[in-house]
């Protein structure tokens, strides 16, 4: 069975610093992994994805992730932050085979301070 | 509709009366998922159905859930005997499944509260 395991619920950071929300996961098969952002009081959105190809992939709103298989990881990343991107991060998993189920993680809260 | 519709919105039941959540799935998409948002619990998978095999059930918290997918489509999920730790929102998903790491998009809940 697939798991997601973020392991911070929250992470407070200054305008303009860098972040970087950890995801790891487990499966037994390949998998693909997801990012998903949800801004307050709105729905849930793809940030980013990795399928198969380069570990580095990147997303909208200058966010990227790398996949590491032997770290079983994919965390996100962005040089610099804005105000703007304030809002709760889902990491998730799916087999993509028979399967095909999504599984999330807790979920992260990002703040980002003036 | 363009994206997935779920009704109502807003919901508020009784201790231990029956509620129905539906979701309109994205027309074509034959992946339909639902689950739970609770404050720090972040999703929860309830059930997943794909095309007409038969759905994964495992999430689903106790037999007092249910869900049922009409033709292919338009989903119903039912919570009997509502408790007040039924109180959540729920969220509907749907994506073109089988093909490869199909993007799931989510519609914007229903939220139950049972007082």
């Known amino acids: 069975a697939q798991s997601v395991t973020q392991l911070d619920s929250q992470v407070p950071v200054f305008e303009e610093a860098p972040v970087e929300l950890r995801c790891n996961y487990s499966s037994s098969v390949s998998v693909y992994l997801f990012w998903y952002v949800q801004y307050p009081n709105q729905g849930l959105q793809l940030l980013l994805k990795y399928l198969s190809g380069s570990t580095l992939v990147k997303g909208i709103n200058g966010f990227e992730a790398e996949f590491n298989k032997s770290q079983t990881s994919f965390h996100l990343r962005k040089p610099s932050v804005h105000i703007s991107d304030t809002a709760e991060y889902f990491c998730a998993v799916s087999d993509g085979g028979s399967q095909g189920n999504l599984i999330f993680g807790k979920g992260t809260k990002l703040s980002v301070k003036p | 509709g363009a994206g997935v519709s779920q009704s109502p919105s807003n919901k508020v039941t009784e201790k231990g009366k029956d509620v129905e959540l539906r979701c309109d799935p994205i027309?074509?998409?034959?992946?339909l998922y639902w689950y739970r948002q609770s404050l720090g619990q972040g999703l929860e998978f309830l059930i997943y159905f794909q095309g007409n095999s038969a759905p994964d059930k495992s999430g689903l918290p106790s037999d007092r859930f249910s869900a049922e997918r009409t033709g292919g489509s338009v989903s119903t999920l039912t919570i009997q005997r509502t408790q007040q730790e039924d109180s959540a929102v729920y969220l509907c998903a749907s994506s073109l499944g089988r093909t490869l790491g199909a993007e799931a998009f989510f519609g914007q809940g229903t939220r139950l509260t049972v007082v």
């Open positions: 027309s074509g998409h034959t992946a």
